[in-house]
């Protein structure tokens, strides 16, 4: 009976449903009600995650406004120091520094993997040669590697270069790093470029340098921006390999840290010094900057990191 | 004649636009990498220019160094739990966001909001560990002015007088950690599985509420067997993160290059660091890289062949 009933609920339901305009309000039906139930309980927990995401950031924030004596008090006090000093002394000892640092070796190496890959992948993927696979599964294996495998001889092959704590070592060393990715991502989608407009370009007289630069290039741009995103996020939270290679060698060496690892020599000595608002201010200032980018550019970034992964 | 010169030109334009990223490549990873290997057979210091072939000398003394041996114990115990609950909290929610929603025209939709949701969770994923390091080491402190300790003072399930220790808690410092994890990557899978679930035609829904399936059902039957290759991507991509932890367990724990309180949260990144960088062993060092490798690899291809199902074309 109760079986029977529902087979002959389902179908009409889901007519109602499909509709759409009847019972809109005052509805009891028994799976709208499920539905209510499921968006309530769906909301709850959304939320409480939402919550579990943001308040520590908040937190964190705040804690650059208190003092160093109500850090270490009760966590959940409201901040007494509405001065942004904490921020000026974070700028002083380093993070403005830190910041350009990183900026500087981005400008360089992010644009660099890009032509680098791209030119690479190009002609991987369009000009068929003796050792073409070899050479790109060449490349690609290196995304399989962990860097901790390459760490020990790549601190002594950077050194026999006279690179290590230099701006143009780690620029090449994250061009290297970047390499697999880029190749691989752009070779699929260098592959999927109609052959008609290469051959038209040909038939123009373009020679295969202008070709790639004037028209696949272009053509590649959706391509470009994911890998883009992937590269610039990378290298710019990349924190193991300027630890190793970005350690002034002699006492008279100036510090060229990046952002990611002049935060935790923050932490290092903010701990000694007893200055904790101002390791919060550092955190909140290296913050900033990835939440505007973030909040400008969301769609492209989720879009970019999910195609830049699953391919 | 004008084929030979074509030819000749396109060999010289292929070998032209190889020869910087090969040459870059070439030298600062895969020499290195072959390199490892090479030392890993010496008892090389890394300081002095000589050192003698030992031949497998540095992987047996790894088989019986208790440090390394509980690191790697720590690592396969994250590898289980760090891709378990991270894909299984993004899948929750990515139904949640996509199907939780109110049944309107159409049968099954997401909730209201979903755009906003899908932008909160998803920004831990842009920021960086050394960030994460700083937040969660705030979080975690071990006195009543961390965020954990002060919550649950205010709740009243912990004495202010004695705060938990988090970081310091042998039992509950890789715990805290595998948290931290989590957190990190939930919102970026959500998104992932999202755009899949997405991508599914909206026809194979209505189909199955016209058979009269549940939302579980549907969720079981439908929905995971259609996302089944973004899952195990997922995993293997959870796993490398899991074998790695460097940042995370270096800056948060206690003692030299992280790994504290006495080797308690220890993973092999750590003790190969520590080993390299501060007791000047970087043949052993490398005989570690070497094994971390192999276990990389080789949950990979459990990984993958674990979890294969047949591919669903639609």
């Known amino acids: 009976m109760a079986a029977q009933s529902t087979v002959i609920k389902a179908p009409g339901e889901a007519a109602a449903e499909r509709s759409g305009k009847t019972g809109r309000t005052g509805d009891r039906d028994g799976r709208r009600s499920e539905g209510m139930v499921l968006n309530v309980f769906s909301h709850g927990f959304l939320v409480l995650w939402a919550i579990m995401i943001v308040l520590p950031l908040i937190w964190l924030a705040l804690g650059s406004f208190k003092t160093d004596a109500q850090i270490g008090g009760s966590a959940l006090s409201w901040p007494s120091n509405w001065h942004?000093?904490?921020?000026?002394?974070?700028?002083?000892?380093?993070?403005?520094?830190?910041?350009?640092?990183?900026?500087?070796?981005?400008?360089?190496?992010?644009?660099?993997?890009?032509?680098?890959?791209?030119?690479?992948?190009?002609?991987?993927?369009?000009?068929?040669?003796?050792?073409?696979?070899?050479?790109?599964?060449?490349?690609?294996?290196?995304?399989?590697?962990?860097?901790?495998?390459?760490?020990?001889?790549?601190?002594?092959?950077?050194?026999?270069?006279?690179?290590?704590?230099?701006?143009?070592?780690?620029?090449?060393v994250y061009v290297a790093y970047s390499m697999p990715f880029t190749v691989f991502f752009m070779h699929s989608f260098f592959r999927t470029l109609p052959t008609a407009i290469h051959e038209a370009a040909v038939i123009d007289g373009a020679s295969d340098t202008r070709i790639f630069f004037q028209v696949m290039l272009p053509m590649a741009k959706p391509g470009l921006i994911s890998v883009g995103i992937f590269n610039v996020l990378g290298q710019w939270n990349q924190y193991i390999l300027p630890a190793v290679l970005m350690q002034p060698q002699t006492s008279g060496e100036p510090e060229r840290y990046m952002l990611t690892q002049g935060l935790i020599q923050l932490q290092y000595q903010m701990g000694y010094e007893t200055d904790l608002p101002v390791l919060f201010a550092g955190a909140t200032i290296a913050i900033i900057p990835m939440l505007a980018v973030y909040l400008s550019f969301q769609r492209q970034i989720q879009a970019g990191l999910t195609s830049a992964t699953l391919k | 004649m004008s084929h030979v010169a074509q030819s000749k030109g396109r060999a010289g334009f292929i070998a032209g636009f190889l020869v910087a990223p090969l040459a870059l490549y070439l030298t600062f990873v895969i020499w290195p990498y072959v390199q490892t290997f090479g030392y890993s057979f010496t008892n090389w210091s890394g300081q002095s220019p000589t050192f003698d072939f030992v031949g497998l000398d540095n992987y047996a003394s790894l088989l019986k160094d208790e440090v390394f041996r509980g690191a790697l114990g720590h690592n396969l115990l994250l590898l289980v739990f760090v891709p378990v609950i991270t894909i299984l909290l993004a899948l929750f929610f990515a139904f949640m966001v996509n199907a939780g929603g109110r049944s309107g025209a159409g049968g099954v939709r997401g909730v209201g909001g979903s755009r906003v949701y899908k932008i909160v969770y998803f920004f831990p994923q842009v920021l960086s560990l050394a960030i994460l390091a700083v937040l969660f080491g705030a979080i975690y402190r071990s006195d009543e002015g961390g965020l954990l300790n002060g919550f649950l003072t205010q709740l009243g399930l912990i004495d202010a007088e004695h705060p938990v220790e988090w970081l310091n808690e042998p039992d509950l410092v890789l715990w805290c950690l595998l948290f931290v994890v989590v957190w990190h990557g939930v919102g970026f899978y959500l998104v992932l599985f999202s755009a899949a679930m997405q991508s599914v035609p909206k026809d194979i829904y209505e189909a199955a509420l016209l058979d009269g399936a549940g939302r579980a059902q549907t969720f079981f039957r439908v929905t995971l067997p259609l996302l089944w290759d973004s899952v195990q991507t997922s995993a293997v991509y959870l796993g490398i993160a899991a074998m790695d932890m460097f940042v995370l367990v270096s800056t948060m724990t206690s003692q030299q290059f992280g790994g504290g309180p006495d080797h308690h949260s220890e993973v092999m990144s750590t003790v190969l660091m520590r080993n390299f960088l501060y007791f000047g062993k970087s043949g052993y060092a490398c005989a570690m890289g070497v094994v971390m490798l192999a276990l990389t690899m080789i949950l990979s291809i459990i990984t993958l062949r674990a979890t294969r199902r047949e591919r669903i074309e639609f």
């Open chain 1, 84 to 172: 942004f000093d904490a921020f000026g002394r974070a700028w002083e000892k380093g993070i403005g520094g830190y910041f350009a640092n990183t900026l500087i070796v981005l400008v360089f190496s992010v644009p660099l993997t890009m032509l680098l890959g791209s030119m690479a992948a190009y002609v991987l993927a369009r000009y068929p040669f003796t050792g073409n696979r070899v050479i790109y599964y060449f490349f690609v294996s290196g995304a399989m590697f962990p860097v901790f495998l390459a760490l020990v001889p790549l601190f002594f092959m950077v050194k026999r270069f006279d690179m290590l704590n230099t701006y143009q070592g780690l620029i090449l």
